[in-house]
């Protein structure tokens, strides 16, 4: 299990929504190698006070076996977290590539990341990809 941080998730400095405001952020991770199962990968940075309304994940095909077996988790909070699906439990879209949604509001009471979780590790990992991730923020 690693823990992979993308673009957004490191800026710390990252655009913080103002009262009211309903905004977009996004983040991106480029694999230079296969994910295992456990990985955790942090994409984009929600801030206390903060309600994420929506999350849309697009993958790459990231199990490039013939019986492709990975599935993604999105959530927050890490591995270890109760949070960890919050979003999206066992998704397959990483089995040849695809987009996933979820709206589902969630108030956060601290700063954190939203994250994608390799649920079930690939049959055959693939070495190279994309995660990208746009988050609907109130």
Known sequence: MATLTGSAAIALNAHKQLSG????RYGTYSMSGALSGDDVVQLVQVFKGETVVGVI????DLDTDGTPQ???DIGYGGAAAA?????ANASD???AGGTANAFVPVAFTAD????????TAPAT???TGT?????LVA
């Open 131 to 135: 995660l990208q991730m746009w988050l």
């Open 93 to 95: 879209i990483g089995q």
């Open 112 to 119: 954190d990341t939203i994250d994608v979780r390799v649920d």
């Open 21 to 24: 405001d309903l905004g977009v």
């Open 57 to 60: 994940l697009k993958v790459t």
């Open 70 to 72: 990975i599935t993604l």
């Open 83 to 87: 949070t960890v699906n919050a979003f």
């Open 125 to 127: 990992g693939a070495t």
